[in-house]
Each structure stands twice: as structure tokens, then as C-alpha cells.
């Protein structure tokens, strides 16, 4: 009795189902076409079937996201691209039909091409139709450079092209390279923490130079020191504030021709003094 209970229960186990996740790929195919013909009572099934497959394929995946991702600009992130040939992945296993002769690979790299590529696109701020004559203008040069052996004019590209220099040159312009970076990026590829982000060194060209804002506080302040409360009033609020003379006798109670009188004043003072200056120093 025990020797039969032990035959059967080694029967039992090789006949066990193999799970899905220790199947091969090919085997995996089979079932999931089996699980899907059976219709919404194995829809559970069908689904973890799937995410089998996924798992399957992720590596194919990320390898096309990072040949991708070499022909693009560094602010455009790896795990963006995944994501996004992921949803093609998805749409490959659910609209495969092996009956048609089509190895999946083969069916699923350019639906995942695919899809990383509609992503990119829904993120270009420049419109498709100028991206469209971009191409068009970039081919017919190199059609020409290779006819001609040297880069054509922007004469001879226009005639090929059937358009006047204006507008070429517009063309030209509005689909030239553009591309984003993200100011938290490392200004040098370096792995550790002591390299600075580009927003550290990039520059506002609307704020005031504080260097050059203290070197004309200094020359201001040396060249006004001989010159009485007024005087240096005059000039600091002409030159540093931008007063008119007008308003700077309206605040001194003085006229606009008195203001004009000392402003020159001192400009004749200042100028024999630079200049007994500089004849010292050439001497």
C-alpha cells in the first residue's frame, strides 16, 4: 500500500502545471493565445500572463531606449524613454497575431521605436511642418554637396529648393536646432558632489555686476571728495540717479540754468584735474 501511495503521489507532481514564470518564452505564447480565446472567465490570468511577458521583453526595451538616447540631448532622461517604449511594449502583446508570420521581436522593437518617438515628439515645442521643411532642406543639401562636391551656395540651394532667399533663410532659421538642459545638471560629468550645477555659473545679464557697481561707487566717491554738498549732489544725481537738471533744481530750489552753470563748473574743475594727473604720471 505505502509503494502505491508513492507512485501516485509522484504522478501527481509531474503532472503539476509548470509555472507561467519558469516557461519559456515560446510556451508562454501559446498560453497566453490559449488564456485570451477563452474569453472574460480567465481575464485574471490573462492579465498575469502578460506582465510575464512584459518582464520577458523589458530588456529589449531599455536597450532600444539607450541606443535612442545617444542621438539625443542630455536632458532627455532614460527612464522617460523606458517608460514611454513600455506603453508600445503593451500595445505589441496585445495586438500580436503570431498567424501572420511575424516573429514578436521583430513586431515589437518598432511599436516600442514607435512609441518612444510619439513621446518625444509630444514633448518638441516646434511645430511638425517646420521640423518636416527642416528635413527637407537638410537632405537637398547634402543631395547637392554630394553632386557638387562642396557645400552649395545659399544661392544654389534656394534654386534647388524653389524658393527665394527670404524665405529660406526663414526656413533655415526657424528649424535650427533647438534643445532644453536643465540648469540642475552637473556642469562636469563628474560622480561625486563638489562639481557645480549650471545654474551656479549661468548668467543674468539683468542684474547689476556688483564688482563694477562697487568700482563706480569708489570712483565716484574719489572724484566728488573736493567738491562741496551741492556740487556732489548735482553730479550724483545726474549721473548715478538720472535726474534731469529740471528735477535737481526743483529739489534745490535753484533754476534749471543755475543747475546747468555749476554742473559745468565742476566738469571744467574735474578735467584739469585729471588731466595735471595724467601729465604727472607721463612724466
Not at 530588456?59 to 542630455?74: F, G, H, M, S
Not at 566738469?267 to 588731466?275: E, I
Request: hydrophobic share 35%.
Amino acid at each position: 500500500m505505502t509503494a502505491n501511495k508513492n507512485s501516485a503521489a509522484k504522478r501527481e507532481a509531474t503532472t503539476q502545471p509548470v509555472p507561467v514564470e519558469e516557461m519559456v518564452t515560446e510556451d508562454i505564447w501559446g498560453l497566453y493565445r490559449e488564456t485570451k480565446n477563452a474569453g472574460p472567465a480567465r481575464a485574471r490570468e490573462l492579465e498575469h500572463i502578460r506582465n510575464v511577458l512584459m518582464e520577458r521583453h523589458y530588456p529589449l526595451v531599455k536597450y532600444i531606449a539607450e541606443r535612442l538616447l545617444q542621438t539625443l540631448p542630455k536632458s532627455i532622461e532614460l527612464d522617460d524613454l523606458v517608460s514611454a517604449g513600455l506603453f508600445g511594449l503593451m500595445d505589441a502583446i496585445r495586438g500580436f497575431d503570431p498567424d501572420r508570420g511575424i516573429k514578436f521581436k521583430t513586431y515589437c522593437t518598432t511599436r516600442i521605436r514607435g512609441s518612444i518617438l510619439d513621446q518625444l515628439r509630444s514633448q518638441d515645442w516646434v511645430p511638425r511642418l517646420v521640423r518636416l521643411k527642416a528635413s527637407r532642406i537638410d537632405k537637398a543639401l547634402q543631395k547637392l554637396t554630394g553632386e557638387m562636391g562642396r557645400e552649395p551656395t545659399h544661392a544654389e540651394l534656394a534654386e534647388a529648393l524653389e524658393m527665394d532667399h527670404q524665405e529660406l533663410s526663414k526656413e533655415i532659421q526657424a528649424g535650427s536646432a533647438k534643445s532644453m538642459y536643465s540648469l540642475s545638471d552637473k556642469w562636469e560629468d563628474r560622480d561625486d558632489d563638489s562639481s557645480m550645477e549650471k545654474v551656479d555659473v549661468l548668467e543674468d545679464k539683468r542684474s547689476i555686476d556688483p564688482i563694477g557697481e562697487l568700482n563706480k561707487q569708489d570712483m565716484m566717491s574719489y572724484i566728488t571728495r573736493s567738491l562741496t554738498h551741492k556740487e556732489r549732489f548735482i553730479i550724483e544725481q545726474y549721473y548715478q540717479v538720472g535726474h534731469t537738471m529740471r528735477e535737481i533744481g526743483e529739489m534745490l530750489s535753484l533754476t534749471e540754468s543755475r543747475v546747468c552753470q555749476i554742473h559745468s563748473n565742476v566738469m571744467s574743475r574735474l578735467k584739469s584735474l585729471f588731466g595735471s594727473k595724467t601729465s604727472t604720471m607721463l612724466m
